[in-house]
C-alpha cells in the first residue's frame, strides 16, 4: 500500500482555503436546530435575489406567512456551501410581533439556502432555494 | 413639515436619477439589482449613512491646538455645503492646481491640525468626505466652468481612452464599447460617479472614487498610479464633465 | 464607540406592530478571508443582538460570520404600554455595545 507523502507546514495551513461545509454538515446543522423534528416543506418563506449583484451583501428575509405568529418559536437560514452552515438564528420572545427578520448575509459561490421555522409545537418546517452568485468582475 | 418637504424632493430627485438621459447616459444605479437599489434608496437601509453619520459628529469636533472645528467656521453643512460636492474637482488657487473634496478637506484640516490625514482611505477623512457629499445629494454634477481645469481634464480625456495594464484595455473599451454587457456575469455599468463616495458591496465598506479608480486598474493589471497623483485629479475632472448634469446619489450604494 | 444607525417609531397606537431597523458599523471579520501577507485574518464578528421592550424579550440573534459587514437586521414588536426599547449587540474579543430608544403608545 502506497502512502502519499503530506507536507504540512503552519504557513501551508494558513494558504489553503477554507474547507467548504458538505451537504452533510448543512443535514448536521439543521438537526442542531431542530432537535431531530422531521423537517416538512412549507409554512415557511425565503426571499432572497435569485441572482445577486453581490456575493458579500445579500439581503433576505425570513417570514411565516403560513402559521400564526404567536404559534412560531424561532427561525434560522442555513447555507450549503459557506465555510460554516449556519447563518443566522432567531428566538422570538413575548413582544414580538409578526415572526419576520430581514438581514444581509455572504454567500461564497452559487448554492442552496434553507430556512427552517420551529413552532411551539415542536414541528419544523422549511424552504429551499438556489441562489447564483457570480464574481465581480473588478476586485482589488 | 419642512424636513419631511426636503425629504421628499431628495426621493423626488432619487427618483429622477433612475431614468436615463435622452443622450443615453444612465448612473452605475440603473445596471444594479432591485434589492441593491432598495439598499440605496432608503436611508435606514444603506450603510452609506453609517459615515454619513460619523462624518456629521466630526463636523462639529474641535480639533487642534485651538479647538476649532469645521462648523466653526463653516456653520451648518445643510447649508454651506450644498452644491460643493457637485462642483468638485475644482482649481485651488492656493496650490495652483485642480484637487478633488477630500484634497480640499484635507487641506482644510491640515490648517487646523498640522499632522491630520495621511493618504488613503482613512475613517475620518472618508466620514468628511461622505457627510459634504451627502448635502449635495439630489444635484446636478457641474463641474467648474474654469478655463484653469481645462489642461488637466484634456489629460484626463486623453487617460480613459488610453490602454493600459497586461490586459490592454482603456476605460472606454469597456465603460462605452460595451456598457450594458455582462463581464463575468456582472453588468458593466457606464462609469459615472454618480455617488461617491460609494458603499461598495464588494469592499463591504465605504471607498472614494480614488479607490474605485484603483481596483479597475488593478482589474487590467496595470499598476495603480501612487495615491494621489495627479492622474487621479485628471480622470476625476473627466468623469465629472463626462457626466454633468447628472443627479448626484451620494452615498450610493453599488456592487 | 461602535457607530448605528436605528429606525424606530417614537409613538404607536396600542396593540400595533411596529418594525424595528437595526444597522451596526462592524467589520464582521468572517475568520476565512487571507490577508495581503498570506495569513488568515482573524475572526472578529457580533456574535449575538437582542431586543427587549420594557425589559421583556422581543428577538434574540444568534449572528455567524456568514452575516454580511455592517450588520442589518429588520424585525417586529408588539407595542403594548409606552417605555424604553433595549438594543444590544456582543461578540468577540470583548465587544459590546447597547442602545435605547424611547417609545410613546396611545
Redesign the interface.
Known sequence: MKRRPVLLTAAGVALLPPARATPEAMASAIRSFTGGAPLREGKVQLDV?P????G????VTLSVPGAPPAEVAALALFNERNPLSDVLRVDFGPRAAARSVST?IRLATSQQLVAVARLADGSCWSQRVEVVV??????? | MRACAAALMALAALAAAAQPLPDGRRSGFEF?????Q??QRD???N?G??WV??GEAAWSQPVGAEGHSCAGCHGAARQSMRGVAARYPAFDAALQRPVDLRQRIANCRRKLQPQALAPGDEPQALALEAYVAFQSRGLPITPPADPRLEPARERGRRLFHQRLGQLDLACSDCHETHAGRR????P?PQAHPTGYPIYR?????LGSLQRRL???L??VRAEPFAWGAPEWIELELFLAWRARGMLLESPAVR? | MA???I?APSSARRGEAITL?V?L?H??ESGFRVGADGRLLARDIVRRFSCSYNGERVVAVELFPAV???P?LEFSALALDSGTLDFVWEGDHGFQHREQRTISVT
Open positions: 435575489a441572482l445577486v449583484d453581490n458579500n451583501t445579500v439581503p444581509r457570480t464574481l465581480a468582475a473588478c476586485i482589488e | 444594479m439589482g432591485e434589492s441593491t432598495a439598499m436611508d435606514a437601509l450603510p449613512m453609517l453619520l460619523e463581464l463575468g456575469g456582472s458593466i458591496l464588494e469592499w463591504q465598506s484603483r481596483s479597475c488593478s482589474g456592487p | 457607530r448605528t444607525l429606525t431597523r444597522l458599523q467589520p464582521m454580511a459587514a455592517n442589518y
